[in-house]
Nanobody
Framework: QVQLVESGGGLVQPGGSLRLSCAAS????????IGWFRQAPGKEREGVSC????????YYADAVKGRFTISRDNAKNTVYLQMDSLKPEDTGNYYC??????????????????????WGQGTQVTVSS
């Protein structure tokens, strides 16, 4: 059973930064495509960023492009989401997800969350003054 644990959320003022971490136990994250998703109250879950499992190709939602950066640290078996220039509309519960079959065998996707087979419990990000 793939287990993912997110951390790093919190309360930050607009314009601030946070770095989210997605860690795994008992399996190697480098073998999986990893996606970050978020869900705000009353809204549908949306894809934020993802990184593929072979060539580490990255993708970003238009809303976060230029402000968020996804990366891997294979030595720490962790995937990060660096979030800069945060806006109130970035508020939500952020989840990381992993998968390696289907579309995720050699790529990653943001609009097909069902492709990801394992999900963490989420970490709350609140951007407010």
């Amino acid at each position: 059973q793939v287990q993912l644990v997110e951390s790093g959320g919190g309360l930050v003022q607009p314009g601030g930064s946070l770095r989210l971490s997605c860690a795994a136990s008992r399996f190697t994250l480098a073998y999986y495509a990893i996606g970050w998703f978020r869900q705000a109250p009353g809204k549908e879950r949306e894809g934020v960023s993802c990184i593929s499992r072979f060539d580490n190709e990255t993708y970003y939602a238009d809303a976060v492009k230029g402000r968020f950066t996804i990366s891997r640290d294979n030595a720490k078996n962790t995937v990060y989401l660096q979030m800069d220039s945060l806006k109130p509309e970035d508020t939500g519960n952020y989840y990381c997800a992993a998968g390696r079959s289907g579309l995720l065998f050699s790529a990653c996707v943001l609009r097909r969350s069902g492709e990801y087979s394992a999900w963490g419990q989420g970490t709350q990000v609140t951007v407010s003054s």
